[in-house]
C-alpha cells in the first residue's frame, strides 16, 4: 500500500535520526510549543504554590462566603408609604436572619447562600411566606402570612388611601452600596443584587415614575449597632506606641502572660 505524504516524511525523519537535514527543516513552531510549554509549567507551578501557602485565601472564594457575617438595611414600600418591618426570625439556621428594625444577618451557610448565590431573591426564599419575583411582591404581616393587602404585581393599582391612589405600579428592587450614594440603583430582578456589607436595600410596588426612598434612618442606625456589637476594640500599650486591633466579641486575648476575654470592652495593658 502506497504510503502518505506525512508518512513519507516521518520514515524521513527517522532514517536521519534527527540529523542535520532534519534539523534545518525543523518547523520554527515547534519551538513554540516548547516554549509555551514552560511558561505554563512554571505558572502552574506559582499557582500551586501560593495556594498550598495559603490555603484560607484559596478556599474562601467570591464574598460573602460561608462563616462570614455582615449587615443590610431593608424597607418594604408600597405606593409611597412604608410597610411595616417583617417579623425577626433570629434563631433561623438558614444564611439571612432578620434583626429587629428590619436589619438582615447575612451570614451564609452553604453553596446556595453564598458567593454569587447571596442574592435578595435568596433571602426572599428563605424568610417565610416573602415572595420577590420581576411580577410578584408578597410580604407576610404581623402574622406571618402574605394576604391580599400585602401582595402586589405589576399594574395593579394603588388603594384610594395610598400616596399614589389610583395609578398603576410596578414591582422594582432599589438598592445602595455605598454610605455617601445619593441615587439607588434599580432593577426588576432580585436575582441580581448580591448582598455586600453594610449595603441598604428596598423592596417596592411604586408607580414607574417613582424612585425607592432608602431605608429609615432607624433601620440604618440598626444596622451599623449590629455591626459594631460583632466586634471589640482591644488597644495594648507598649511603651509609647499604641497599636489598636479590632477582634470579634467573644475572642481570648493573652496580654502580658494574662488571659482576658473580651466581651465588647477595650483592655488596657499596663506600659513595661
Given at each position: 500500500m502506497a504510503k502518505s505524504a506525512a508518512g513519507k516524511w516521518v520514515s524521513r525523519v527517522g532514517a536521519s535520526g534527527g540529523g542535520k537535514?532534519?534539523?534545518?527543516?525543523?518547523?520554527?513552531?515547534?519551538?513554540?510549543?516548547?516554549?509555551?510549554?514552560?511558561?505554563?509549567?512554571?505558572?502552574?507551578?506559582?499557582?500551586?504554590?501560593y495556594d498550598y501557602q495559603h490555603p484560607a485565601v484559596a478556599a474562601q472564594g467570591t464574598a460573602p462566603v460561608i462563616g462570614s457575617t455582615s449587615?443590610?438595611?431593608?424597607?418594604?414600600?408600597?405606593?409611597?408609604?412604608?410597610?411595616?418591618?417583617?417579623?425577626?426570625?433570629?434563631?433561623?439556621?438558614?444564611g439571612f436572619t432578620v434583626q429587629p428594625a428590619n436589619v438582615i444577618r447575612v451570614s451564609p451557610v452553604s453553596a446556595a447562600d453564598s458567593g454569587n448565590h447571596a442574592t435578595l431573591s435568596q433571602f426572599a426564599v428563605e424568610y417565610p411566606d416573602l415572595i420577590a419575583s420581576s411580577t410578584e411582591l408578597a410580604v407576610p404581616t404581623a402574622t406571618g402570612v402574605a394576604n391580599s393587602k400585602t401582595t402586589y404585581h405589576n399594574g395593579d393599582t394603588?388603594?384610594?388611601?395610598?400616596?399614589?391612589?389610583?395609578?398603576?405600579?410596578?414591582?422594582?428592587?432599589?438598592?445602595?452600596?455605598?454610605?455617601?450614594?445619593?441615587?439607588?440603583?434599580l432593577t426588576n430582578n432580585p436575582s441580581t443584587i448580591k448582598f455586600s456589607p453594610s449595603m441598604r436595600v428596598v423592596m417596592a410596588f411604586d408607580p414607574a415614575n417613582v424612585i425607592?426612598?432608602?431605608?429609615?434612618?432607624?433601620?440604618?442606625?440598626?444596622?451599623?449597632?449590629?455591626?459594631?456589637?460583632?466586634?471589640?476594640?482591644?488597644?495594648?500599650?507598649?511603651?509609647?506606641?499604641?497599636?489598636?486591633t479590632t477582634v470579634p466579641s467573644g475572642t481570648t486575648t493573652t496580654v502580658k502572660g494574662t488571659t482576658t476575654t473580651t466581651k465588647s470592652t477595650t483592655t488596657t495593658a499596663p506600659a513595661g
Open positions: 537535514t532534519y534539523k534545518k527543516t525543523r518547523p520554527s513552531n515547534f519551538y513554540g510549543a516548547i516554549v509555551l510549554i514552560v511558561v505554563v509549567g512554571i505558572a502552574a507551578t506559582i499557582v500551586a504554590r449587615y443590610a438595611a431593608l424597607s418594604i414600600q408600597a405606593c409611597g408609604t412604608p410597610l411595616a418591618s417583617l417579623k425577626p426570625n433570629p434563631s433561623f439556621t438558614g394603588c388603594p384610594a388611601t395610598s400616596k399614589y391612589a389610583g395609578q398603576k405600579g410596578r414591582i422594582v428592587y432599589a438598592y445602595w452600596r455605598l454610605f455617601g450614594q445619593k441615587k439607588p440603583t425607592p426612598s432608602t431605608p429609615s434612618q432607624l433601620t440604618v442606625n440598626a444596622m451599623f449597632l449590629d455591626s459594631q456589637s460583632a466586634t471589640t476594640t482591644t488597644t495594648t500599650a507598649t511603651g509609647h506606641a499604641t497599636t489598636t
